[in-house]
């Protein structure tokens, strides 16, 4: 038990209280004064509080550090999801009626599709022929592809040879684009990509891209996420974040990590340095990290493999940049006093840019950056404790490894005999190394309690059909992948992730005990964050008499139910 004051300004009790503090890992009651952690303890203990909240038993937790958020991603009102629409039928079906209700729109936008969705082959313009005549723009779940129309395509130019500064149009045997563009987010949040993306695509204005974030804010407060992660923000669009802050709308803390492209000079690493230098870090707001790429996804055979694709012979995908260059750029940044956040899918794009972490150490002479590798799909055996010795965070997604989203395209492409590379999020936990958990929303559901849930069962949503079983974990590591690990990461251990006096009182009541539901998974898809709170304000409360629980849409459920 600590006790510091006589008087807290905010008291939880009678609630099963994680700390994640080693020296005293449960707790009755948290006292809050001033935006810090001020008593942790018995309820018995506990201070008077002018204010008094009763949790009746329920978990309490440091709040959610969602690592890895695109939350410039959001969700467009004036676009169509395509979340659960897995036969060209229905794909069909949800773009006409977008298309007939809303006249107004010059370009007919969706997204979320699944690459799956024609069978054998990647989708292409003739599959959305008769839909309308104006141009049709979908992107796919993961952000890394897009599927136009033939009205599109000519829009662009495309059908007259031009080319996008966004993605790379594939060509069928005669030279012709088909429709479908791949390397798509990597390009698109280029300086070049943007503009071209703000000029022609109305989806992209900075007008809806802030309408997106504002909305993506909210849903996180509503799923107790206390620090979010933003982990691609194009310079062009620091902007955006900086008007939210000045408006008091970031409900949560936020760490913006600066695009970097691969095929970036000197003079835009330049460029980054004097942006964290000449924007001071404040309480919600904080730029510092780079974004880096060594390579794509695995879906369209586009990430890196040390062996050939089981379905493609011959092909092993390729690196983002020459070999060389990424360690080359991730030495500069460094050197540079930048930590990186590195996306890596393929084993040999993982291999890549562990290579790239050593030899900046090395030639450096740094230590303790803390430099990640973001998602880690496919991890060759040889290279798993090298995260732990390199002190190389690794920021996965337990959604992603769920079968109803890999089954069919990542599953095939990468073949059963290298499934046990999949994913592995226990055997990195055991090897020492610091595994910090994330949604990568708007690919995977914002909600970290369907992470938690896919963390413990490696199984889809209804429970229906799983793999990998061995790199299941439990509630409690699952739980200190989203806090304590999280904070670790952006170097940020000491006042986040955890619940001890002094700490920045950033915590979560949940609906119940979630550690009486972890044999039954499954019903952690039935709770809910009941109260957020960020440095001592209460900014979501579920409880509050009369709050009203906003309609679920797609993947935004952060609320009592996600059946």
């Given amino acids: 038990m600590e006790r510091n004051i006589v008087l807290t300004d905010l008291l939880f009790t009678r609630g099963r209280v994680r700390t994640f503090d080693d020296a005293a890992p449960w707790a009755e009651a948290v006292g809050v004064t001033d935006g810090v952690i001020t008593y942790v303890g018995p309820a018995a203990d506990a201070p008077a509080a002018r204010e008094t909240r009763d949790l009746g038993g329920a978990l309490l937790t440091p709040g959610i550090i969602d690592s890895h958020n695109h939350l410039l991603l959001g969700f467009d009102p004036d676009a169509v999801s395509l979340e659960g629409a897995e036969t060209l039928a229905e794909v069909r079906r949800r773009i006409s009626d977008l298309a007939q209700r809303r ?61 996008i500064a966004w993605g790379n149009p594939e060509l069928d045997e005669e030279g012709r684009p ?87 000079d000197a003079s835009l690493r330049r460029d980054l340095r004097t942006a964290v230098d000449d924007i001071p870090a404040t309480s919600r707001l904080r730029l510092g990290p780079v974004k880096l790429y060594a390579d794509d996804v695995i879906e369209p055979h586009t990430a890196w493999m040390l062996e050939d694709y089981a379905n493609r012979p011959g092909h092993r995908g390729h690196p983002s940049a020459p070999v060389g260059e990424l360690t080359r750029i991730i030495s500069e940044l460094d050197r540079l006093g930048f930590q990186t956040h590195t996306h890596a899918t393929g084993d040999g794009g993982i291999r890549l840019a562990l290579d790239a972490i050593e030899a900046a150490g090395r030639s450096n002479r740094t230590a303790d950056r803390r430099h990640g590798i973001v998602h880690v799909e496919c991890l060759h055996p040889d290279d798993l404790a090298r995260f732990s010795a390199l002190g190389v965070t690794a920021a996965m997604q337990p959604r992603h490894c769920s079968p109803d989203l890999v089954a069919g395209t990542w599953m095939e492409n990468v073949g059963e005999e290298r499934w046990d590379r999949a994913w592995q999020i226990r055997s990195l936990m055991a090897s020492g190394a610091h595994v910090a958990l994330s949604s990568d929303w708007q690919v995977g559901e914002m909600d970290p309690l369907v992470g938690m849930y896919s963390a413990l069962t490696r199984a889809t949503l209804d429970g229906t059909t799983s793999w990998t079983p061995e790199q299941r974990i439990d509630l409690d590591a699952a739980l200190a992948g989203y806090t304590r690990e999280g904070a670790w990461a952006w170097h940020a251990e000491q006042e986040l992730g955890v619940i001890r006096v002094g700490a920045a009182a950033d915590l979560v009541a949940w609906s119940s005990d979630l550690y009486e539901l972890q044999d039954e998974p499954a019903a952690l898809l039935d709770e809910h964050a009941a ?33």
Avoid at 542 to 561: D, I, K, L, M, Y
């Fill in 103 to 163: 006249p107004d729109l010059t370009w007919v936008c969706a997204e979320n599709a699944v690459y799956s969705v024609v069978e054998g082959r990647r989708p292409r313009a003739d599959d959305l022929a008769g839909l309308t005549e104006r141009p049709v723009f979908v992107t796919t779940y993961d952000q890394h592809s897009v599927w136009l129309n033939e009205p599109a395509m000519r829009a662009l130019g495309l059908l007259d040879g031009a080319r």
């Fill in 178 to 264: 088909t429709g479908w563009v791949t390397d798509f987010y990597t390009s698109a949040m280029t300086s070049a990509g943007l503009a071209a993306l703000q000029r022609d695509i109305p989806m992209y204005s900075p007008q809806r891209r802030y309408r997106k974030l504002l909305g993506s804010l909210e849903m996180a407060t509503r799923c107790g996420i206390t620090t979010v992660v933003e982990p691609q923000v194009p310079l062009a669009e620091v902007g955006l974040l900086e008007t939210a802050r000045e408006a008091g709308l970031l409900s949560s803390r936020v760490i913006a990590a600066l695009f970097h492209p691969i095929d970036a």
């Fill in 531 to 563: 109260l957020t709170v960020v440095g001592g304000e209460i900014v979501h409360d579920a409880t509050a008499s009369g709050a009203v629980r906003e309609p679920e849409t797609p993947r935004t459920q952060c609320s009592a139910t996600h059946h």
